[in-house]
């Protein structure tokens, strides 16, 4: 018996190798497209921008090797560090502000409600309109002469702010302008999160007799904690990133308030034409993402309540 | 004492078309009552009206006496189980027992108290710190019914709750329910598309149809005096065999080998009219060759160890009929058997509505004597 069983198994063991290298290329051929697409979008400019920190380079290529220089350059100056400070305040202005905003509006608008389908549109309608297009919406409506905003003040007797002119509100102006632009997608997100809670838990809850607050705080907000967790992720890494509406509105300045990393490292790339310094601060801006996020990870998911 | 009403109650969701025709009801203190009907025939909507999840467009729901038509739900002082059990996968058990407790203004003691009362009752204890996602699904049941209990409300409302349960589960939770039901003497009523759920556990039940309440009954009753076709046919399993049939003074015709006595002795002289004939299983008896009213084709036989399930044909194959021996009956495909209708048990019913026309009009007694007797 066990004699046959061996003799059965030799024929099986012969085929298993060019059947299993056959599906080991099989494999790697489905995984092709987005290995190429990876390696010519991601993984080589990752590389290359690590490897260029190392050196002292312009835009046509390293010259020398520069080991560390880079960054301690970078770390010790103080441009480096007001554009720290810029980015971390604009991601504080913007990311909870976002959420929150996003939120309530999409508890606004969860229930269903005859027309409720306009309102949803509109407030997810921002997601549609690309960074340059409502940058130049909000250029218009800060400018001192002609904008709204100083229109109304006007009308209501205030003094007349030059909103992106003045350093001590133009990053204030940026984000304000950032949270309308970033609340249309969250708000999507967080009303399909709002969807797909099972209406039973909230009969039951009416049956029970709970409060609105009480069901927000023990049905709603654990029950869309994953999708949160989601968002705030996502707008955590875009607000690190923002680049366009600084482009557009501030250029950076005035005097540096608006220098968020992103914009810092385009300004050393591509007008000071000094790649090594930028590639130091793009890695380090990486690893910074990076850590918020694991960081996240950690913390939130004791927090987070997947079904 | 009445304890739930419901007069004339409607419900539409367009204005027009009325998914709920008016239903009336009286339910008593400590009943069990069964809303029991195919689905989509809107027995869940009439729970949901009661519970106050669904607004009542007509008529009126009173508690105790009280019209409630527009009290929220937790003033109608109920507690409800839903089909999902609609558990809090984020609570422990503990926690989603006694979910909702503190608005009816009871101690911390008190709720505790009574959360490990009916942890106990319904074997959970164990369970507490657990997550519903760590339960399997008897278990999950089990503490949608505790939660139910611990807020000691004395109507308690159930849609479908053994519906996702496999069937060896489902017959012991529905003695389970039952007896917790009588111990604390709770009125319930309970939504099924299940007959046999319906038949074991209600002391009284609704059949519905499309929105329209079609019989209102002790379980027994309706099962012995079904008042139409659709009543006849959803209750009982297997299901009453109910076929065309041509009826004149002379008597019913089955099939052209296959007449009966007519029984409606002063029934209206038409020549001939179109008629539903129905008669249960258990009704068609195995007979000697020389009794028989007709001798028939088998087409199936299932042996289910106490009882047999013979399926045969008269003359239209399409018309398949069922009846219902007791022991074990071995025939082949193809065999031809002779059997005869208990004429005593026959239902006929009109062609167009399935209204009930005739059936031998036997007081219980005799019908248990009978059954005794056979």
Redesign the interface.
């Not at chain 1, 009969?203 to 409060?211: D, F, K, L, P």
């Given at each position: 018996m066990n004699a046959a069983r061996e003799l059965q198994s030799v024929p099986a063991e012969e085929q298993q190798p060019s059947k299993s290298r056959f599906a080991f290329l099989e494999g790697w051929l489905y995984l092709l497209p987005s290995i190429v697409l990876f390696g010519v979008f991601v993984f080589y400019p990752m590389f290359r921008t690590i490897y260029l920190s190392f050196f002292l380079a312009d835009q046509i290529g390293p010259f020398e090797f520069a080991g560390l220089e880079n960054y301690h350059y970078i770390l010790s100056s103080d441009s480096f560090q007001s554009s720290i400070k810029a980015t971390v305040l604009f991601v504080l202005f913007t990311v909870p502000a976002t959420i929150i905003l996003a939120l309530f509006l999409a508890l606004l608008t969860s229930e269903k409600i005859m027309g409720i389908g306009i309102f949803r549109t509109f407030f997810s309608s921002t997601m549609g309109m690309s960074v340059a297009a409502s940058s130049v919406i909000w250029m218009f409506m800060y400018n001192p002469s002609i904008g709204v905003f100083s229109k109304v003040a006007e009308w209501l007797g205030l003094p007349v702010i030059q909103w992106l002119q003045n350093p001590d509100y133009a990053l204030l102006a940026v984000s304000l302008s950032t949270i309308w632009m970033s609340t249309g997608f969250a708000y999507l997100i967080i009303l399909g999160g709002l969807q797909n809670i099972?209406p039973?838990?909230y009969?039951?809850?009416?049956?029970?007799?709970?409060?609105y607050f009480y069901q927000l705080r023990?049905?709603t907000l654990?029950?869309l904690?994953p999708t949160l967790f989601f968002i705030v992720t996502v707008s955590f890494i875009n607000a690190f990133q923002t680049f366009g509406q600084i482009d557009i509105l501030t250029k950076g300045g005035p005097v540096e308030s608006t220098n968020v990393i992103v914009y810092s490292i385009y300004k050393d790339a591509f007008i000071n034409n000094d790649v090594g310094s930028a590639s130091a601060q793009a890695v380090i801006l990486f690893f910074c993402v990076l850590a918020l996020t694991v960081l996240q990870f950690k913390l939130g998911e004791r927090k987070v309540?997947y079904? | 004492m009445t304890h739930v009403e419901l007069a004339g109650l409607k419900k539409s969701y367009d204005g027009k078309k009325n998914v709920i025709e008016q239903v009336d009801l009286k339910l008593e203190q400590g009943e069990f009552f069964v809303l029991v009907g195919p689905s989509g025939c809107g027995k869940s909507t009439i729970l949901r009206m009661i519970a106050g999840l669904e607004p009542i467009t007509d008529g009126s729901l009173f508690v105790n006496g009280t019209r409630m038509n527009h009290a929220p739900p937790n003033k109608r002082n109920l507690s409800m189980v839903f089909q999902n059990y609609a558990l809090y996968p984020h609570l422990n058990v503990e926690q989603n027992i006694m979910f909702g407790l503190h608005t009816k203004k009871i101690s911390r003691e008190e709720q505790q108290h009574r959360c490990a009362e009916a942890a106990e009752m319904l074997g959970l204890a164990d369970y507490l710190k657990r997550k519903p996602r760590e339960l399997s699904g008897g278990q999950r049941q089990r503490v949608a019914l505790a939660r139910a209990i611990v807020t000691q409300s004395p109507l308690c409302l159930m849609d479908e709750p053994l519906s996702n349960l496999d069937a060896k589960l489902r017959a012991r939770m529905r003695s389970e329910i039952r007896q917790i039901q009588r111990k604390l003497g709770i009125t319930m009523i309970y939504v099924t598309h299940d007959q046999t759920e319906a038949m074991t556990m209600a002391d009284r039940m609704m059949i519905l149809h499309e929105g329209q309440a079609m019989q209102i009954g002790k379980p027994l009753e309706i099962y012995n005096h079904p008042a139409n076709a659709f009543t006849a046919t959803f209750i009982g399993s297997p299901a009453m065999n109910v076929m065309d049939a041509k009826i004149n003074p002379a008597g019913i015709h089955l099939s052209p080998q296959c007449t009966l006595p007519n029984p409606m002795k002063s029934s209206n002289k038409e020549a001939s009219k179109q008629i539903l004939f129905g008669i249960r299983p258990e009704h068609i008896l195995f007979s000697a060759p020389e009794q028989a009213d007709a001798v028939v084709e088998v087409v199936n036989t299932e042996i289910l160890g106490t009882e047999t399930l013979i399926t045969f044909i008269m003359d239209d194959p399409k018309k398949q009929w069922i009846a219902r021996w007791n022991g074990q009956w071995q025939f082949s495909v193809g065999d031809q058997i002779p059997i005869r209708f208990d004429m005593d048990s026959i239902h006929l019913f009109s062609k167009d509505k399935g209204r009930l026309l005739w059936t031998s009009n036997e007081d219980e007694p005799n019908q248990t004597a009978r059954e005794v007797l056979r």
């Open positions: 099972d039973h838990l009969e039951n809850a009416r049956v029970a007799g709970v409060s023990r049905i654990p029950m904690s309540h079904q | -």
